[in-house]
Each structure stands twice: as structure tokens, then as C-alpha cells.
């Protein structure tokens, strides 16, 4: 036991001398652990504490102890895999790369938790390690297996917003897009669902070019592929159906965008914008260019202080461009607010109307922030420079004004076609049936 002892000692420490020194004096130290250890050994020891070397002896001498389980029933390879130890990963999987698929003679290799060691490198943001056990080659059934949860390594990436992870796993065709959880929620939904940042754009924009769905729309698809095939084949071929891929799991199907998925997009990029708006006027309200007062002013005649502190400089210094710039700054706050309560409020913002309203309304948001910004810039900069900022303001105003130009022209344009579509239809429609009504007639 004293030798275990300090077996186990050398191994936290990841003392090499120390090992050689009981190699010597019991050849088959290593050989009794994978008989009489039933919790950690050695070897995991050292793999979760990063001692390479002391990992590569021990491997040397008995390389049986990577098939070796501790009490949560992980591995070496499993701890080395969670703390990043990418060397300790790679000699672990030439000695034994089973490990990552069988973890005793009757279980696949998962913690107590339902995690195998992908979980684990996604779980702790280990991406160089996963591209090492990515590179093994994996079966479909393996690279979407689900944890106690529910949750599957694609569905792990982007509920921690880890972009390259998911970048990466998107890049596999043999990753399912569209797995759900324990909930019925898809990568797409855990996004929206999850805290709003600027993340979410990137990463959205990859699911959907990887196939990603809704799981409100993936039935819909499901509905919609199985009546285009039914009707191609005359409901004959039913094996059909089943085996098109299209949706699940095929990265590399493209479709042009639905109605749908341009209106889900839209939607969350309005709300991404409109969240970083509210976020920025809030901030320019509570702390104003040039700051606030730290103390009272003077006292007047009367005994009134000529300012008080936490009042903002730029209101007593610039009345009136404080004025423009608590009006532009409100403005901002309260559409960007108006937007996120609009999308948030469960009304029919399928309809292009609607979106387009919406669009418009950010149009006032984003305009009143940049003159926010510019109204801060002329407070901000020094008499000396006014000449040049006088010629940067009037650049980006001309450019400004022609680009809301350009994108009201475009949108008019848009509706105006919209609208002659509209109309032609339903002249066509008319003429038809008063054809169908002439010949019932002549009939």
C-alpha cells in the first residue's frame, strides 16, 4: 500500500524519476492496478493534470491502463480530452483509439452524464483536441450522439456560442443540422432562444447555409417534400419519402430561401440591431458627452448652486446642441425599445407588410443614433479642429442622405412591382372567368 502510495504521489506531481524508481524496485506495479484499482488511476491522474512524460512511461510499460475506468466511468482519454492536453490525446489514441468508442465490454464510451469524449471537448471549449478525434473518422450514429440531455455536440457548440466549434462541425456532412434535444428545440431554436449578441449572426447565417431549420418549419418541410414526391411519382413510391434527405442531415443541400426562412432572418437580425441601439442610447442617456458635475456649483445671490453635481456638463456648456442631442438620443432608445416589443408581442410578422414596417421604423432608429454620434463629436472636439470635423460632418451626411435615398428608391421600386403583380393577377383571374362564364353560356 506504501508503494501505491507514492505511485499515486508521483502521478499528481508528475514526478518521472519517482515512477522509474518503483519500476525498478516492482516491475508489475503498473500490471496489479488493472486488477485492484477501482477508482482513478495513475494514468488518469497524470493525463488530467497535463504530465506528458509521465503519461508516455507509464504507456510504455502498460499501455492496458487507457482502457482503464474511473468511478464516473471516463478515461484517460476522456479527462486529457476535457483539460485540452492535446499530446497526452494524441498518445492516448495511438496506444488505444477504441477508447473513444468502447468503454467496457457492454457500453459505449460515456460518463455517467450520457457525455462521450466529443461532448467533452465541445463542453470545455477544446477545439484543437476535437479535430484530433475528428480526424479518426467517426460514424454517423457516433458524431450525433446525444448526452443525458439531449443534446448533441453541434446543439452544445451553439448554445455556448462557440463560433469556430461550430463552424468547424458544420463543415462534416455527417453532423445533423437539425438534431433536436430532450425539448424539440434545433440548433436554430437554441439560438434564438439564448442571450442576444453580435455572435449570433455569424452563427445563424452557418446553420442556415448547412440546411439549418426551425423546428416549427421542419414539418412543414417534411409536408411539403412528401407531397412534391408524391405527386412526381403518383403516390406509388412511398420508399421515397423516406430516404430524401431533405432536410436532415445534409449539409451540402442547397434550396433557394423560403418565404419563411427571409422572414426568420429578418427578424432576428432586426432584433440583434434593435438590442445593440437600445443598448448604446441608453448609455450615451445615463452618461453624456463631456460626463456629469462631481459636485455643486458656486451658490448664487439666492443660495442656488449654478449646477448640481450628476447634472451633465453639456447641458449647462451647449444648451442647445444638448437639446438636439437628448431628442435624437430618445428617439433612438424608445424605436429601438418599440421594435423589440413589437417582435416580441406574438403578432403576425410572417407577412412582408409588417417586416417592411419594421425595417422602416429601425431606418428612424439607426438615423437618430448616428446623429447622436455626430452632435457628440462636434460637442467633443476642440475649436482648433473645427474646420476639419465641419468637412467630415458634411461627407458623411451627403453619403448618408444618399444611401436612405438609394434605399428608399430600391423599396419603392420593389412595391411598385409587387403591387403590378398583384394587379395583373387579378385581371387574369377576371378575364378567366369571364371566358369560363362565356363558354358556359355557349354550352
Known sequence: MDTEKRLYEAAVEGDVRALQELLQQDALILDRLTLTCFNETPLHIAAMRGHIEFVRLILAHNPHLAAELDSRKSSALHLASAKGHLQIVKMLLVVNPEMCLACDRDALGTTINGENVLHLCVKHNQLEVLKVLMEIGWDHEFLNAKDGDGHAILLLAVADKQIETAKYLLKNNQIDVNAMDANGNTALDILAQSRRDMN???IGECLRE???????????????????ISNDTGGNNHSQVSSTPAYLGE???????????????KRETIMVVASLI????????????????????????????SHKAGEAVMAYNHAKAYRCFLRANTIAFVSSLSTILLLISGLPFRLRLFMWGLMAIMWLTVTSAALTYGISIYIL?????????????????????????????????????IWQKKKHGIRSSSSLKSANSINYVNV
Open 251 to 265: 449539409n451540402q443541400a442547397k434550396k433557394p430561401p423560403s418565404k419563411g426562412d427571409w422572414l426568420s432572418k
Open 381 to 417: 472636439t476642440p475649436k482648433k479642429d473645427s474646420v476639419a470635423l465641419g468637412e467630415v460632418i458634411e461627407i458623411g451626411i451627403t453619403v448618408w442622405c444618399g444611401l436612405m435615398a438609394l434605399l428608399l428608391l430600391g423599396n419603392t421600386i420593389r412595391l411598385l412591382r
Open 278 to 305: 437600445a443598448t448604446m442610447a441608453f448609455q450615451a442617456g445615463v452618461n453624456p458627452p463631456g460626463g456629469v458635475w462631481q459636485e455643486n456649483g458656486k451658490l448664487n445671490d439666492q443660495g442656488i448652486p
Open 200 to 202: 449570433d449572426l455569424s
Open 210 to 228: 448547412a440546411g439549418g431549420l426551425r423546428a416549427k418549419d421542419i414539418s412543414v418541410s417534411i409536408i411539403q417534400n412528401s407531397t412534391k
